[in-house]
């Protein structure tokens, strides 16, 4: 599996959940945010992106983001 560095922009999150959607459902096989390997805390009105000891580097949540908070560079962890 690729492993990729994730860049994160707590700035541009929304909210959405969909990389926390797409990490649950490849890992976990079920859509379950809490179960996911990113997780964004909601801090008031302000999003906070952090990855969890399990995550893998693979970058799915970051093909999942479509705001531009996740992204993924060349090969070298997260
Ligand atoms: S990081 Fe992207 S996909 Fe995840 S909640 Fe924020 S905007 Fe949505
Ligand atoms: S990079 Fe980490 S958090 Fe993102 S989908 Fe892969 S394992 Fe999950």
Redesign the pocket.
């Known amino acids: 599996m690729s492993k990729?560095r994730?860049l994160t922009d707590d700035a541009k999150c929304t909210g959405c959940l969909r990389?926390q959607l797409?990490?649950s459902q490849?890992?976990q096989k079920s859509f379950n945010p809490s179960a996911?390997?990113?997780r964004v805390d909601f801090l008031g009105v302000d999003c906070a992106i952090r990855?969890?000891e399990?995550?893998?580097?693979?970058?799915?949540?970051?093909d999942n983001c479509l705001y531009g908070a996740?992204e993924?560079s060349a090969e070298g962890g997260?």
């Open positions: 990729y994730i990389c797409a990490c490849a890992y996911a390997r990113v990855f969890t399990e995550c893998v580097a693979c970058g799915l949540c970051a996740l993924k997260a």
